[in-house]
């Protein structure tokens, strides 16, 4: 079973930038296409962005269009979420999980807050 581990939330400003990682174990990563979800207080978890087995193939919620990037590291088991140009309606606690998503996949996620 695949165990996933979100970091890399915080505190931003308006217009600021983070970085999220999602470490996996096993050594079938490479194998799952892999996506970014969040999850906003009071609201339904969305979709954010997802990447395939290769990394060479992405693609994004509207919502997030053009200011995030999804990128990962098959080497290191790894998948990114590059957000820019945040804003107060991108807090949520961020997760990432396979796409689509394993229900016993979940991680702890990471809490993303953006104050205007």
Known sequence: Q???????????????SLRLSC????????????????QAPGKEREFVAGINRSGGSTYYADSVKGRFTISRDNAK???YLQMNSLKPEDTAVYY??????????????TQVTVSS
Request: net charge positive; proline share 6%.
């Open 2 to 16: 695949v165990q996933l581990v979100e970091s890399g939330g915080g505190l931003m400003q308006a217009g600021g």
């Open 23 to 38: 470490a996996a174990s096993g050594r079938t990563f490479s194998t799952y296409v892999m996506g970014w979800l969040r």
């Open 77 to 79: 088991r790894t998948v």
């Open 96 to 109: 990432c999980n396979q796409d689509p998503p394993r229900a016993n996949y979940w991680g702890p996620g």
